[in-house]
């Protein structure tokens, strides 16, 4: 690679940064994210607003 590839523009940071944000956002929602096809399940038990680490075991 030439260092011409590696040249950012000013602001570049901040949209990558606000590009994760989304990202983050939209998977915490169950949505997708660019180029993940198949969104893992977080739900590996049945639980309250399918949060299986808040699950307690029933005495």
């Not at 949505?31 to 399940?41: E, F, I, K």
Request: proline share 12%; with cysteine.
């Amino acid at each position: 690679m030439s260092d011409s590839d590696e040249e950012r523009c000013p602001g570049d940071d901040e949209l990558e940064a606000a590009r994760q944000r989304l990202i983050r956002r939209i998977v915490a929602l169950g949505g997708r994210a660019p180029g993940n096809r198949r969104p893992r399940r977080l739900t590996t038990a049945p639980g309250p607003a399918g949060r299986p680490e808040l699950t307690q075991p029933q005495a």
